[in-house]
């Protein structure tokens, strides 16, 4: 199997990170919860473009992120391509995007996924709920590759210094001998609960 090349990722990061600090002041706990090495899936909730960034400046590990593919026909292809996303086409079951990440996790990489599948646009609105359902991919790929899955919840605004950017990482499981409907309630439960806390919503 063909190991992914991190270069681009490590290159963005060490410019970015400090930039990315600078302007949005991320408040980041937990992140000692993500392993240093082996198969990692890095799961959370998807509320903006740029949720990838805070998980990019706390962990020195290449996180390829599974993205929809109209990123990669834009402007901005390049930077992504760059940076190791994994382009998904989410109108059908994308086996040449699951077959890619699933090559990193057996390669003892780190792949970055938002379990919503697409960015919470309930936010703000009479509707909002504090997730959208999850898809399955996340704890399938885990199951398949035992990967450690790193929960996650983010609140907050990528405003400029607004200073109530916040990432909490929960402590990572694996799925083992769950079923993957189980493991998917779990890791929703676990976000859901982290969101709560970045967040300071009460039950």
């Known amino acids: 199997m063909k190991k992914e090349n991190g270069f681009g990722y490590q290159l963005a990061r060490f410019f970015l990170s400090p930039i990315y600090k600078l302007m949005y002041h991320p408040i980041i706990i937990g992140k000692e919860y993500i392993p240093k090495e082996g198969p ?10 740029f949720d990838q960034f805070p998980v ?5 590990r290449t996180v390829h992120y599974m993205a929809k593919k109209e990123y990669f026909d ?3 292809a390049w930077f992504f391509k760059l940076v190791g996303c994994i382009p998904v086409d989410r109108s059908i079951h994308d086996e040449k995007a699951k077959t890619r990440a699933l090559n990193i996790l057996k390669n003892g990489g780190a792949i970055g996924i938002f379990p919503e599948g697409t960015r919470n646009k309930t936010i703000g609105t009479k509707d909002e709920v504090i997730l959208l359902p999850f898809k399955f991919g996340a704890v399938s790929m ?5 990967a450690t899955i790193v929960p996650f919840g983010l609140m907050g605004d990528h405003t400029i210094k607004n200073k109530t950017l916040t990432l909490i990482f929960g402590k990572p499981f694996k799925v083992g001998n769950m079923t993957l409907e189980e493991a998917n309630k779990l890791l929703e439960e676990k976000i859901k609960t982290l969101v709560m806390k970045a967040g300071g919503i009460n039950e």
């Open 74 to 76: 834009g402007h901005g």
């Open 56 to 60: 990019l400046v706390s962990t020195r």
């Open 142 to 146: 885990a199951k398949k590759t035992d």
């Open 40 to 49: 990692i899936i890095i799961c959370g909730n998807h509320r903006h473009a």
